[in-house]
């Protein structure tokens, strides 16, 4: 079924930008100032994605950690924190417009469709899709996980 094709296309798009830029494995040591304090605490909300338990239900709570990280990153990242979060900022728009929440796509994903959701808005998700694997987002994920573990000590890339 299509449906099910697009809702498998944006659950990997999502675990796999935010696992680049977030990832899930090992800690570092010391940190300075708020963002890098911000950074390990959220930590733990990218890392539920990752894995073959991935847990998308917490895809709202992991979209709001974003925004502010976006919004508090310092001068040397902050474009690449910018471009990331447009990027989940699109897939958010999408998702709304089909009239869903990021947290639905766990139920869709168990064959649940949620009341008030338009099917044929569903469909067109995936060519937004493509913001996520760009070059771009590949390329800010990768610039924000060498400053975390540079300036913050954490290591947001997948083992």
Same mark, same amino acid.
Not at 1 to 19: E, K
Not at 89 to 100: M, P, Y
């Given at each position: 079924?299509?449906?099910? @094709?697009?809702?498998?296309?944006?659950?990997?798009? $999502?675990?796999?930008? $935010?696992?680049a830029a977030c990832g899930s494995s090992g800690g570092g040591s010391s940190s300075s100032g708020a963002y890098?304090?911000?950074l390990k605490a959220d930590k733990?909300?990218?890392?539920?994605?990752?894995? /073959?338990?991935?847990d998308i239900s917490n895809l709202d709570q992991v979209f709001a950690k974003v925004h502010t990280l976006?919004? !508090?990153? +310092?001068?040397?990242?902050?474009? !690449?924190? &910018?471009t990331l979060d447009d990027a989940i900022?699109?897939?958010? #728009? @999408? %998702? /709304? !417009?089909?009239? %869903?929440k990021p947290g639905d796509l766990a139920a %869709?994903? /168990?064959?649940q469709v949620p009341k008030g959701v338009d099917l044929s808005k569903l469909q067109?998700?995936? +060519? &937004? %899709?493509?913001?996520?694997?760009?070059s771009g987002v590949s390329d800010a994920a990768k610039n924000i996980a060498a400053d975390a573990k540079k300036t913050c000590g954490? !290591?947001? #890339?997948?083992?």
């Open positions: 079924m299509r449906f099910n @094709a697009v809702i498998g296309s944006l659950t990997l798009a $999502l675990t796999a930008t $935010l696992l890098c304090d911000e733990t909300y990218f890392e539920s994605l990752s894995g /073959s338990n991935a976006a919004d !508090d990153a +310092p001068d040397n990242v902050s474009s !690449d924190w &910018k900022t699109t897939i958010e #728009t @999408a %998702l /709304s !417009d089909a009239g %869903l %869709l994903q /168990s064959g067109e998700l995936a +060519p &937004k %899709l493509q913001t996520l694997s760009g954490v !290591d947001l #890339t997948s083992s």
